[in-house]
């Protein structure tokens, strides 16, 4: 039987309204990797949660906006687009779920980032203020093209090993935060050339692969269909 693969959806607040909602990108490569996309409601309920991640195999905590600095530690000191403090706290919990059950996760940019702000890792607000001279673009002005860069694998890692003769390639990027310091027991396994994180993995868990880019914006991209594959891997074993 395939895989069944929890994606986490994005969410919006117009006043008392929440609504979820996710680019079909995510389910398609999950899809074509050889995963069964399911969703679940950002709803704040642990029991729901628990028994959500009883179903599944594994979980793709998905990009997004911007994560309230008071998660780890800080005040907002940088022009930043907030998610609702809803959806934080579901991805935190369900995170916790899924690691606490071994289930495999793939992280992508805002979900990367939920991984180290759980072990008590920090952001930069904003790279373009807070990492200053920085030569990449990690993020295009609003209604262009998405930006593109290179990324370096660290060797040894287990990226490395999904990325086997791939020891650098481009990537597509929508960020302009990311991760300052490292989480608990977090390890680098990518980089920007600016030296900027774009890859983490846990000591002692194989099961996580952390990616700051979007792979699913690029999907017939070899370096996107070797994450993505990589990780239904993951869900198998």
């Known amino acids: 039987m395939k895989p069944r693969i929890a994606i986490t959806l994005e969410m919006s607040a117009k006043g008392e309204r929440r609504l979820n909602y996710l680019d079909l990108a995510y389910s398609q490569c999950v899809s074509e990797a050889g995963g069964i996309p399911v969703h679940f409601p950002s709803l704040p309920a642990k029991e729901m949660i ?35 403090d809803q959806r934080t706290d579901f991805d935190l919990a369900i995170l916790q779920a899924a690691m606490s059950a071994g289930k495999a996760i793939l992280a992508i940019c805002h979900g990367m980032q939920i991984v180290n702000v759980a072990l008590g890792g920090t952001l930069y607000q904003d790279i373009p203020t807070q990492v200053p001279g920085s030569p990449i673009k990690h993020r ?7 930006a593109r860069h290179s990324v370096r694998v660290e060797p040894g890692s287990r990226l490395a090993t999904i990325f086997d003769g791939m ?4 990537v597509t990027s929508t960020h302009h935060q990311a991760i300052k310091g490292l989480g608990k027991e977090m390890h680098v396994s990518a980089r920007s050339p600016d030296g900027l994180i774009e890859g983490i993995e846990l000591a002692g868990y194989p099961k996580i692969l952390g990616v ?26």
Do not use: N
């Not at 690029?218 to 074993?237: H, M, N, T, W, Y």
């Open 50 to 84: 628990y028994d959500a991640v009883s179903m599944i195999d594994a979980l793709v905590l998905t990009g997004g906006a911007d994560i309230h600095p008071s998660y780890y530690g800080e005040e907002i000191s940088a022009a930043i687009s907030l998610s609702p």
């Open 140 to 146: 295009e002005a609003e209604g262009k093209a998405y």
């Open 212 to 237: 700051q880019w979007h792979p699913e914006k690029d999907p017939a991209s070899e370096a996107s269909k070797r994450i993505f594959k990589g990780f239904v891997a993951l869900a198998c074993s």
């Open 167 to 170: 020891p650098e390639f481009e």
